[in-house]
């Protein structure tokens, strides 16, 4: 136990004494926790919509108020023809045109029908599908104010009707905020944790310190042991600077237990840190470490479930998730954050993340060969 406790000693002090070090492990996340959820809105707004109006009459104009009133479009252009439109939607300038016929007015009172044309830019397919059913809501919430306008009071209810009143359960406002902050955090805290140990071994390698430790007597567990612990005390650093943050600048508080959270990053730590470990034995150059981190990080990133739900994913992609430590840890935040779930609902997550963890430092230990 001396001897481990030399080497985290030793440890200690190198962290310390690296300022770069200690800024990229706290400033950057504290500063990338702030930015990434305000640009990560998954709330689409000001949608540029062109107009064509060819019948010029008042319903068209109330139907277009009607529109801009939503809070979700921005007019690009009113246009005397389609063709000048269009010529928008291929300068990027609009994402729909709105053609509204001649004879619009008309034909609504005469003959109860009207045909509208909707050109949609669908390069973003998320916004051209928000956009078209913002816009046929729209359409549909104009078309029944209509009827209730042209309705006689004696038939006001002439057919009966089905009123639907809807809960969201665990987040009433839908604020992606509450959703996204949490899996953010946890990218974070894998970044960090798993980036700084990569280079550690490594980095011992290129120092040429490496050989000085592989003559000593120190068994290759006391080894692991102080490259694993020192990040290990630093990860929860990292976390709690997190949570803080989310408190105070999102109103984020956990509707859980905090101790259980933390037990899962204890657990959730020792996989991540095994990894980076892992990467580190392989490597010879903090450039080979950096690259192979950089690789997995962003498979991490895309394929968590932070960006896009597991479920909607294809088989062969599920199968990898379910290796991956970063989509439990982001499921369990948001359960216990969001759900407030207790300890037997993420028990399971527990144990698959702590049997990767033994797993991967069993292979780091194994891996890294002490010779004379």
């Not at 729209?138 to 209810?157: G, H, T, V």
């Not at 020192?230 to 650093?237: A, D, I, R, Y």
Request: glycine fraction near 6%; aromatic fraction near 12%; charge should be positive.
């Amino acid at each position: 136990m001396r001897t481990l406790k030399f080497l985290l000693q030793k440890e200690y002090r190198q962290i310390f004494r690296n300022k770069v070090l200690l800024r990229m492990m706290f400033m950057v996340p504290i500063i990338q926790l702030i930015v990434l959820p305000q640009a990560a809105n998954f709330t689409i707004r000001n949608i540029n919509i062109a107009v064509v109006d060819l019948d010029r009459s008042d319903y068209s104009q109330k139907f277009v108020n009607k529109i801009l009133s939503s809070g979700y479009f921005k007019m690009a252009a009113f246009t005397p023809s389609y063709k000048a439109a269009y010529e928008l939607i291929e300068k990027d300038q609009a994402d729909i045109v709105l053609e509204i016929p001649q004879g619009f007015e008309h034909n609504l009172t005469r003959e109860n029908k009207q045909k509208l044309s909707l050109s949609i830019n669908a390069i973003n397919g998320v916004k051209a599908a928000v956009g078209n059913g913002y816009l046929n809501n729209i359409i549909q919430d104009f078309n029944n104010q209509i009827r209730l306008e042209w309705m006689e009071p004696s038939k006001m209810n002439p057919i009966p009707s089905i009123e639907v009143t809807s809960s969201n359960w665990y987040n009433p406002t839908l604020s992606y905020y509450l959703f996204m902050v949490p899996g953010i955090l946890v990218l974070l805290v894998t970044l960090v944790a798993g980036n700084m140990t990569s280079q550690n071994i490594v980095r011992e390698k290129e120092m040429g310190t490496i050989e000085q430790i592989n003559v000593t007597p120190v068994k290759k567990v006391y080894f692991i042991l102080g490259k694993l612990i020192p990040f290990w005390t630093l990860g929860f650093v990292v976390f709690t600077l997190g949570l803080l943050i989310a408190w105070i600048i999102y109103g984020i508080i956990p509707l859980g237990s905090v101790f259980l959270l933390y037990l899962f990053l204890s657990v959730y730590l020792l996989a991540i840190l095994g990894f980076g470990l892992l990467i580190s034995t392989y490597s010879e150059t903090p450039m080979q470490a950096n690259s192979l981190t950089f690789f997995f990080v962003q498979i991490f990133n895309m394929m968590g479930g932070l960006y896009t739900p597991i479920d909607s994913m294809p088989g062969w992609a599920k199968v990898i998730t379910e290796l991956i430590p970063v989509s439990y840890f982001i499921d369990v935040m948001r359960m216990i954050v969001i759900k407030g779930s207790g300890f037997h609902d993420v028990l399971y997550d527990i144990l698959i993340v702590l049997a990767m963890g033994i797993i991967l430092n069993t292979w780091a230990m194994i891996n890294y060969r002490k010779t004379t």
